[in-house]
């Protein structure tokens, strides 16, 4: 699949999420680490988010400054979304967390906007990520760690995930058939503005061609005038 303008910009519009998400990664750290006396369940996904924090931070810093897609970097950042989303399903319900549909939306991303590699990659994560929350959940055997497990909170949040992913799908999707419409747009002015150069250059050879077959019999004219 190749990486086209069109495609990142499907992305790359997204400066606030970029730098909303970034603060709200540093400020979990920060909290974690200045309040040790805490009992947060998320310092058990510390290294997981500084990781995510740091790959975005840098994500955000690249496009900033050179308005580009930042390519492998951006792939990394998303590898470690993916394993910073498995943290936080670990701790929120396991595998009976319905946000555990949020995995395909990272996959989607990676292929889309930086390589199909990347997508693999990504994918690799997620799949290696649903195994260790089933894995886990197995090893607990415990009600604290289904605290989704309730039927109706269960419910609601199902209902919330799958909106959530896909109003994202479908919002990537719609802008991405716009960015590829207008491509086929400007391909097809360009074919345009080709086919009238050419016809021109063909009027202008045979217009040429006509004034050198004249100009012979006008010279004959001419020479027999005098």
């Known amino acids: 699949m190749t990486r086209s303008p069109e495609v990142w910009h499907v992305v790359a519009w ?112 997620s799949t290696l990520g649903v195994a260790w929350l089933v894995a886990d959940d197995l090893q607990a055997g415990s009600a604290e760690h289904h605290r989704l497990n309730d039927l109706p909170t269960h419910l609601f949040t199902m209902w919330l995930a799958a909106a959530a992913v896909t109003e994202l799908v479908a919002h990537y999707v719609a802008r991405a058939h716009a960015a590829l419409a207008h491509r086929q747009a400007q391909l097809d002015e360009a074919r345009d503005r080709a086919a009238s150069s050419e016809r021109l250059a063909s009027l202008t050879t045979l217009a040429a061609g006509a004034a050198h077959e004249l100009s012979t019999p006008l010279a004959t004219i001419a020479l027999a005038a005098r």
């Open 14 to 125: 997204l400066p606030v999420v970029r730098w909303t998400t970034c603060v709200a990664l540093w400020t979990m750290f920060a909290v974690v680490w200045f309040f040790p006396h805490l009992h947060l369940p998320l310092r058990a996904i510390v290294p997981l988010g500084l990781t995510a924090a740091i790959c975005r931070t840098a994500v955000a810093f690249v496009l900033h400054a050179r308005r580009a897609s930042p390519g492998p970097l951006l792939g990394l950042s998303l590898v470690a979304d993916a394993g910073l989303l498995t943290g936080l399903l670990d701790i929120t319900g396991g595998p009976f967390n319905p946000f555990i549909v949020m995995y395909v939306t990272y996959v989607w991303l990676a292929a889309a906007t930086s390589s199909p590699r990347w997508g693999l990659a990504v994918a690799a994560v």
